[in-house]
């Protein structure tokens, strides 16, 4: 892994092969949404809001399929002083991954002419970010 002799190479200071003890996961935190889903793992906090399906916008024509749609955002207090061109560089990023990761566990097919829209809101960043909007977006779509 090219890491020094007698470190761990992670900030929170777990070895390699050790697993994360403090993960919190709350469900049902956002009323308006269909599942909502907020997350700790470590310093990183991450709030999932899923609206959906819901009827598909007439702009985007018929489509056999489902739509899935992904928006990633961090908070200004969450980008440790990012440029406003950065940050959006990375919130489109992120955005595009969990659109990627997502599409596999929904059955897009089985909801033809609706659209389900998943919200992330990153309060926190502690390390992993993505992975842990993923893992929050996953529970708030099983809710």
Do not use: W
């Not at 793992?41 to 992904?70: A, I, W």
């Amino acid at each position: 892994l090219g890491m020094a002799a007698g470190t761990s190479g992670r900030s929170d200071g777990r070895g390699p092969e050790e697993f994360r003890s403090d993960i919190f996961i709350n469900t049902g935190v956002i009323s308006q949404a269909k599942g909502s889903a907020y997350a700790e793992f470590g310093n990183t906090k991450v709030m999932v809001g899923v609206y959906g399906p819901r009827k598909s916008e007439s702009k985007f024509g018929f489509s056999e399929t489902g739509r899935l749609t992904c928006d990633v955002r961090l908070t200004c207090f969450a980008s440790h002083g990012m440029g406003k061109q950065q940050q959006q560089s990375l919130e489109r990023s992120m955005s595009e991954s969990m659109q990627t990761a997502l599409m596999a566990s929904i059955q897009l097919d089985k909801i033809p002419k609706s659209c389900v829209d998943v919200f992330a809101m990153v309060l926190e960043v502690g390390g992993s970010d993505l992975a842990v909007a993923i893992s929050a977006a996953s529970v708030a779509l099983a809710d």
